[in-house]
Each structure stands twice: as C-alpha cells, then as structure tokens.
C-alpha cells in the first residue's frame, strides 16, 4: 500500500481481519465548465513577488489537467514562462491584454480585473 494512501484511512487504525478493507474518502475530481460557462479573471499582480509583474488568471473551474493544458496554451502564445494551480494560472510578465484576446478567442467568458 502507498504512503499517500496512508492519510485518507478514516476511523480504523490496525485491524487482526485478514478479510478486512480499508475505506477511504473519496474526493470526487471536480468536472471541467465548458469554456462559455467559465468566469476568468485576467489581473496583473505584483504582491509578495519581489517587485516582479506577473499576469493572474483567477477563476477557473475544473480539473488540474485541463487547468495545466489551458496555461500551456497560454505560456506557449505569450512566449513566457508561469504556473498554474488551484484554479489559477500565473504568467511572468505584463501580458493582461494578450491573455484577454487568447481567452476570448477560445470562447472563455474573460472580465479584465484590477
């Protein structure tokens, strides 16, 4: 058994029950909006980052993969290096304008915030 499973083990600590299984909760994945159905947020921030612009894509709903495929699309137009996760795409640079017009042009409902 993995140690990452250890955690999830709610209620019974050792049992002598060869038989016994152990139940975990099961965090279900959320599932992804389509694209029309998303609220973003695209903001520039500057906050605990020494200084440094970075664009913020706020607002996302669905799962990681499909969070990390979006800011792939957009690291890679913006030609910049970023992050993403929990529900957040972050892009090095001043790039409000771009993301909005990317975010646009792939039918995401995009609000220009800050």
Same mark, same amino acid.
């Given at each position: ?25 099961? $965090? ?10 998303? !609220? ?10 020494? $200084? ?9 709903? $669905? ?9 792939? @699309?957009?690291? %890679? ?8 996760? !929990?529900? +957040? ?7 409000? +304008?771009? @993301?909005? %017009? @990317? ?12």
């Amino acid at each position: 058994m993995a140690d990452k499973n250890k955690k999830n083990k709610t209620g019974v600590i050792y049992s002598t029950n060869p038989d016994f299984d152990y139940k975990f909760e099961g $965090g279900e994945e959320a599932t992804t909006l389509e694209a029309r159905s998303q !609220d973003l947020r695209v903001m520039l921030d500057k906050k605990s980052r020494a $200084g440094k612009v970075v664009t913020l894509v706020t607002g996302f709903v $669905g799962k990681d993969d499909d969070l990390k495929d979006l800011a792939k @699309i957009l690291k %890679t137009k913006c030609g910049v290096g970023g992050s993403s996760k !929990d529900g +957040e795409i972050v892009i090095q640079g001043d790039f409000k +304008e771009k @993301i909005y %017009t @990317i975010l646009l042009q792939l039918n995401y409902k995009v609000k220009k915030a800050g």
